[in-house]
């Protein structure tokens, strides 16, 4: 069974507390229906809701692969892919493999389409998309979209869910929990520093943060004193 490298996975998780709860509102902003997407001008519709979209990438469950939407010869240098390029941009500069690759063949890992999810989630997150959309495209194929629309909102730093905030983020890769931890607070531009097995990190209002860490790095504890 094969893995992603060290290298992305720690990219993944810089953005896994702060992703998984923009993507919860995404998740209530859009409406129930069908949709209809109509890339030549990146328009996405669902239940009466228009959005305008990016094509992130692919995934072809028959042949467990996944193709960048900037590798697909269809709409390369076009507008629809634009944000997939700047994954492949980031990817270069950071020398992450799994960003830079067009097609990537995930049959090797144990779960195929969650090694795609994956794939979805952190391009999410190196572009600070407001989440991804993955739909059915015919046959074993699912596309995914970005949301680069204005229109869906961003989920802010919750201090009172900032304990099952963190622990969902720390769940979804299991690599770094600390990763976790400072990608969100930097995400919102929260200042934090380490001390020991802390992080500690100065919320708007004055509160400070306490995260404790188990020998095995596991976040053992969340403390907000004067928050309820």
Known sequence: MINFSDAFLNEAERHAAWGAAQLEALTDFLPQ???TAD???CLYQQGGLELRVAVLGTFDAQDASWMW????PGLRDTSAVALAEEVERFG???GIAELTTGVLDLSGFADPRRAA???AFTGMGVTSAAGYIGQPAGGTTQVYFLPDDV?????GLDPVALPRTLATGASLIGYSARRV??????HHSVPWREDGHQILADLPGGTTAKIDFDPLGRISGVRLPNVR
Do not use: D
Not at 69 to 72: I, Y
Not at 151 to 155: D, E, G, K, S, T
């Open 92 to 94: 270069k500069a950071h």
């Open 181 to 186: 931890v400072t990608g969100y607070f930097e």
């Open 33 to 35: 229906g069908p949709w």
């Open 39 to 41: 890339l030549s001008a």
């Open 69 to 72: 939407g900037w590798a697909n």
């Open 151 to 155: 229109q869906v909102p961003r989920a």
């Open 117 to 119: 999810e994956t794939l």
